[in-house]
Nanobody, 117 residues
């Protein structure tokens, strides 16, 4: 029903920047939230940032002031601007969408972000 495709990951030196993009396609229902999660090797997937349906933003404490999440008006593109990257930011970043009515979660395939010291 919904397909999410991430792009923009790569290798960057500490202090650098990357911008991730998530493109949503297919039949997109009413959206409760869209956001970014990440998973480092050996760790659980964690919320990085998300946007609730009402526009409320939520950021992990570790990325506040460095990352910015944004969404276009059509809710087909979700971006994550990442500045002042740290090695601790390394991981696979996943785009996430949760539907409003059914609460179904959709995930992208992930894009690798590697931050070198």
């Amino acid at each position: 029903q919904v397909q999410l495709v991430e792009s923009g990951g790569g290798l960057v030196q500490a202090g650098g920047s990357l911008t991730l993009s998530c493109k949503a396609s297919g039949i997109i229902p009413s959206i409760n939230a869209m956001g970014w999660y990440r998973q480092a090797p050996g760790k659980q997937r964690e919320l990085v940032a998300d946007i609730k349906n009402g526009g409320n933003l939520d950021y992990a404490d570790s990325v506040k002031g460095r990352f910015t999440i944004s969404r276009d008006n059509a809710k087909t593109t979700l971006a994550l601007q990442m500045n002042n990257l740290k090695p601790e930011d390394t991981g696979v970043y996943y785009c996430h969408l949760q539907t409003w009515y059914s609460g179904v979660d959709y995930w992208g395939q992930g894009t690798q972000v590697t931050v070198s010291s």
